[in-house]
């Protein structure tokens, strides 16, 4: 007789009817999941928590109180991917769970709870799992993520060009590309690209000129262009003069610089194109490796009609460990106290200081942000601040013996 299966245990219950549930939940009703989760499985009660656009907060989804990201015990599982647990007047322990989607910060769970063993760290980090999906699934089509992670009025230009950017983080087990960009609330025209795709990260800065609606169409365009040309499989040198072209044609008294790369991630070949943009930064064995990506000068994009010379594609190998940086003018033109420029000495410096301290790309960016605009004057930025940093790291080991036991750990 064939073997019966097993039926669902009451975790695994929970967990099919949350999935199920999660194709028309609003986000703002995924804590009311999580607590009957975790109270019927004898866990104890939790909450959810999602990072502001600028990373500063944690805002509870189900309201209350929110908690800064820096000096706290849920702030330091949302900066370091990792459980935290602590000791919790009148209910016995709080455990932060980071609640991330691939490499894709969210924020993070808090469970209040009088006991904590290998079990129910298990079943809540599954639960984390499904609340990052289901809240993923739905950021884009529900408003309720967006009050939660909001702290100000976001103008039209804004609003318009977050539409385009793709999540601040993707990854696999070799490449991470992350990036941040300022002013969160008053963006004009800078943006960000990266996909992965067939083994090779797709990556792009762009600086439209200007700081209005018209400069965030133009982000725009060429954030469309450049995925149409991508996806129709045009090469790099297409891929630019596709963006040309349509700038040319839909906006021919505006134009945008940017950088465009293409990271082979198996090999670490990276193949980029540079459009009037400042010259990317390679940062190996804790140096500013000189002039590695540079190169002559050439037009911004919308403006290539005024040459016959085509694009360049230049290449490079990385190594691994290896970090990019790719920035616009606003980052290093950033002006504070005296009118002292940010400058690229302390940019480089930060990045450098935090990879020698172990510190994740997404980390480092969040925290270099938060370092130029404290260092601003009291106007603010002048000019939008956008950094990527792609990282190509080490292969992953295989492991010798799958079969072996091995020591648990948490």
């Given at each position: 007789m064939p073997e019966r299966t097993p039926p669902l245990n009451l975790g695994e219950q929970l967990l099919e009817q949350f999935l199920t549930a999660g194709r028309t939940l609003d986000p703002r009703d995924a804590p009311r999941f999580a607590e009957q989760y975790t109270r019927a499985l004898g866990l104890g009660s939790v909450a959810v928590y999602l990072a502001d656009i600028q990373q500063h907060r944690l805002v509870p989804l189900a309201g209350g109180l929110d908690l800064p990201i820096d000096g706290t015990l849920a702030g330091w599982a949302f900066r370091t991917g990792s459980l935290r647990v602590a000791e919790d007047t009148g209910s016995g322990l709080v455990a932060w769970f980071p609640l991330t989607d691939g490499a894709e910060r969210l924020g993070v769970l808090g469970l209040r709870t009088t006991s904590l063993d290998r079990d129910a760290i298990r079943r809540c980090r599954l639960l984390t799992s499904v609340l990052a999906m289901v809240i993923t699934s739905k950021r884009d089509t529900s408003d309720s993520y967006a009050h939660g992670t909001r702290a100000d009025t976001m103008s039209l230009p804004s609003e318009m060009l977050r539409a385009f950017l793709p999540p601040r983080t993707v990854c696999t087990d070799r490449a991470v590309s992350t990036a941040v960009l300022e002013p969160a609330y008053r963006l004009g025209g800078d943006a960000f690209e990266h996909s992965l795709a067939d083994g090779v990260l797709h990556a792009a800065v762009l600086d439209a000129m200007g700081h209005d609606l018209a400069s965030g169409l133009t982000a725009a365009l060429a954030l469309a262009a450049c995925r149409n040309a991508r996806r129709n499989?045009?090469?790099?040198?297409?891929?630019?003069?596709?963006?040309?072209?349509?700038?040319?044609?839909?906006?021919?008294?505006?134009?945008?610089?940017?950088?465009?790369?293409?990271?082979?991630?198996?090999?670490?070949?990276?193949?980029?194109?540079?459009c009037g943009h400042p010259h990317p930064l390679l940062i190996r064995s804790g140096e500013v490796v000189a002039?590695?990506?540079?190169?002559?000068?050439?037009?911004?994009?919308?403006?290539?009609?005024?040459?016959?010379?085509?694009?360049?594609?230049?290449?490079?190998?990385l190594r691994p460990?290896?970090?990019?940086?790719?920035?616009?003018?606003?980052v290093v033109d950033a002006k504070g106290?005296?009118?002292?420029?940010?400058?690229?000495?302390?940019?480089?410096?930060?990045?450098?200081?935090?990879?020698?301290?172990?510190?994740t790309a997404p980390e480092t960016l969040r925290r270099l942000m938060h370092a130029i605009l404290e260092h601003q004057d009291e106007q603010g930025l002048t000019d939008d601040a956008t950094i990527m940093m792609i990282e190509w790291q080490p292969p992953i080991p295989p492991l010798l013996d799958d079969t072996r036991p091995r020591a648990s750990t948490w």
């Open positions: 499989g045009a090469d790099l040198p297409d891929l630019v003069d596709t963006i040309d072209g349509a700038l040319h044609d839909w906006f021919p008294d505006r134009f945008a610089t940017g950088v465009f790369l293409r990271l082979d991630i198996a090999t670490g070949t990276l193949h980029w194109a540079n002039g590695a990506l540079e190169g002559p000068g050439e037009l911004p994009l919308g403006l290539s009609h005024y040459t016959d010379r085509p694009r360049t594609v230049r290449t490079v190998s460990g290896d970090r990019l940086l790719i920035y616009t003018d606003g106290g005296h009118h002292e420029f940010f400058g690229l000495e302390r940019f480089t410096d930060f990045v450098i200081r935090a990879a020698a301290a172990g510190e």
